[in-house]
């Protein structure tokens, strides 16, 4: 949900490292419409320069001119904390949507080795969770943190940063290869399971793991739960429907198989007859998979998968942060 993590790190290990000072800037909360969620992040250098957003824009000129104003990296090093639009008038100073709040976390003094660290961790696909103190701007990584991907208290405030959810792809052709790519972009952890030798030849994709693995063998051992999918793109019967035979049974985020409606119907009643899928099992695969945006290209189809698992993942934290709400 926060695709540029491992950019805006990036850069600020980059401009820490080089000598620059750098503000850390993070989103607190937001209220009403917002661009950026819980956690984002983004970057003020000495000199004003900006990398990232927090606000799309709205309120960074504000947040520049005091943090290059000078003066603000020689305090006590405490984070500050900054809210905008928490008024009528403010809402139209900074041009927020109508009803919109936000608050900003401001760090002058990120450690350039924990950053480091953390980056490293992001290129291997794994999460972290980067824990900040308000009264002095002190921070430690850990694998573990409170439920969710972002908490707040009166201390400080804790961020989950990495891969947060899990896609299988079942195909390294050309389409499995653009949906991987696209998936990297949205914070997935991706895996392609591709167990033919001549499309393993000259995959070469950073970020995803390649497996040889059978696919019904690695769906098993990927542990499939809520924030994983599995998208089936062979068009190889002997393939996918290895995979769509175990995935179906398990609790996955998604379950899509490339196909026509033609072969959808055809793939359905072939689970059922000879896997012993049931009929609810079978409604869950996604199928022709995609939303129905007219693609036709290897590029366009991987577009409308990612496009519908974006659909989903948000229809799952909207469940998620209505029960959390209102819990029975």
Known sequence: MRGNDEEVLSQAVAWLEGGRRAALLTVLGTYGASPRP???????????????????????????????????????????LR??????EERQRYRLPCGNSLRVAV????????????????????ALWRHVRYRDGGSRLSEDGPAGEFAEDADGFSVLLGPRWRLLIIGGSE????????????????????PR????????LPGATLSAEMPDDLVLAFGCDARAAVVAVTH?????????????????LYVGALGSAATTL???????????????????????????????????????????????????????????????
Do not use: N
């Not at 809210?83 to 009528?88: K, M, P």
């Not at 389409?175 to 591709?194: F, H, K, P, S």
């Not at 190889?236 to 996955?252: F, G, I, R, S, T």
């Open 197 to 204: 030798e001549e499309y393993r030849q000259g995959w070469d």
């Open 38 to 80: 819980p956690g984002a992040m983004a970057l003020i250098r000495d000199d004003g320069a900006i990398f990232g957003s927090v606000s799309g824009g709205c309120v960074e000129d504000d947040l520049r001119r005091e943090i290059a104003g000078g003066g603000f990296f020689d305090d006590d090093g405490a984070a500050r």
């Open 175 to 194: 389409l499995g290869r653009y949906l991987a790519q696209i998936a990297l972009t949205l914070d997935y952890a991706v895996t392609v399971c591709e």
């Open 83 to 88: 809210s905008f639009g928490l008024s009528v």
């Open 107 to 126: 760090e002058a003094r990120p450690d350039p080795v924990q950053l480091a660290i953390l980056l490293q961790a992001l290129r291997e696909r794994r």
């Open 266 to 328: 055809k793939r359905k009643a072939r689970l059922g007859q000879h896997f012993g899928l049931t009929p609810a099992q079978l409604a869950r695969l996604h199928g022709p998979v995609g939303l129905a945006i007219g693609s036709r290209t290897p590029a366009e189809i991987a577009v409308s998968i990612a496009a519908e698992l974006v659909a989903c993942r948000s229809a799952l934290l909207r469940a998620e942060a209505a029960q959390a709400a209102c819990p029975t």
């Open 236 to 252: 190889d019967p002997k393939l996918d429907d290895l995979a769509l035979m175990e995935a179906l049974k398990l609790p996955c």
